[in-house]
C-alpha cells in the first residue's frame, strides 16, 4: 500500500520549481529521439530518466491539514534524525531561552516542498551562509548554510523553521516574506536534492513525536501551544 501512494503522489502536478529541470530533460529526450544517429539514443534515455527523476523529487501531493488551531504540524517530510533542549538562533531577535528543537533529515526520496508548521506571521527572517556538511549530521544546524523564518502565533508566542542546505542541496527557496500571515500547511520553500529542517517550538511546548519517526508535511502532528 505504501508503494502505491508512493506511485500516486510522484505523478501529481509537481511544483513550479521543477520546470527548468522538466524543460531540459524534454530538450535532452527530443534531441536524443529526434536525430537520426544510433549514439544520440543514450542521450534521449537520459532526458527521459532525469525528467521522469525531476518529476518525482518535486512532486506536491495533496495533504490533509489538521483543523485544531492550537496545533503545530511538520514543516517537512522525513525523518526525525534528532531531538534537543537548546536556545533558538541568535540572529533572529528571540530571547535565549532554551526549547525543543526536532530536527528532520529529507533524504533524495521525500517531498522536499516546506509547509507552514502553524498558523501565525512571519517576523524575522535570516540567511546564514555555512558549510555543507551531510544533514544527518548534529553540527549542520549550526555549521550548514541554511534559511531561518521565526512565526509569530495567535497568542504572540514564536517558533522557529530552519532550512538547511545538505552535502548534495545547494540551494534553499523560500517565498515566505516579512509581516505575511500564513496559514497551517502553507507552502513557504524547499530545499533542492537532500536536506534538513529544525522545527523550535514555542516556549513551553513539548515534543508529540520521537526519533526515528517518520514524518509527513502539513499532516503530523508535532506539538501544540
Request: charged share 15%.
Amino acid at each position: 500500500m505504501s508503494l502505491l501512494k508512493t506511485i500516486r503522489s510522484s505523478i501529481n502536478k509537481p511544483h513550479a520549481a521543477s520546470y527548468p529541470f522538466l524543460l531540459l530533460g524534454g530538450i535532452l529526450a527530443l534531441i536524443g529521439y529526434g536525430l537520426p544517429w544510433r549514439f544520440t539514443r543514450s542521450i534521449g534515455k537520459l532526458g527521459i530518466f532525469f525528467f521522469g527523476a525531476c518529476w518525482y523529487f518535486f512532486r506536491n501531493p495533496k495533504r490533509v491539514i489538521p483543523a485544531k488551531a492550537n496545533l503545530i504540524v511538520s514543516p517537512a517530510d522525513g525523518t526525525v534524525c534528532a531531538i534537543e533542549y537548546v536556545p533558538p538562533p541568535t540572529n533572529l531577535g528571540m530571547p535565549d531561552v532554551p526549547v525543543y528543537r526536532i530536527s528532520i533529515f529529507l533524504s533524495v526520496f521525500n517531498v522536499h516542498l516546506q509547509r507552514i508548521p502553524a498558523q501565525g506571521t512571519v517576523t524575522a527572517r535570516s540567511y546564514i551562509k555555512g558549510k555543507f556538511f551531510n544533514a544527518s549530521l548534529d553540527k549542520a544546524s549550526e555549521q550548514n548554510e541554511r534559511n531561518a523564518l521565526c512565526i509569530t502565533l495567535p497568542n504572540q508566542k514564536q517558533l522557529v523553521v530552519v532550512q538547511i542546505a545538505g552535502i548534495i542541496a545547494r540551494r534553499i527557496v523560500c517565498y515566505a516574506d516579512i509581516n505575511q500571515s500564513y496559514n497551517t500547511g502553507d507552502l513557504y520553500g524547499l530545499v533542492r536534492f537532500g536536506s534538513r529542517v529544525d522545527l523550535y517550538l514555542p516556549e513551553g511546548s513539548e515534543p508529540d513525536v520521537q526519533i526515528g519517526q517518520t514524518m509527513i508535511g502539513g499532516e503530523t502532528i508535532v506539538s501544540q501551544y
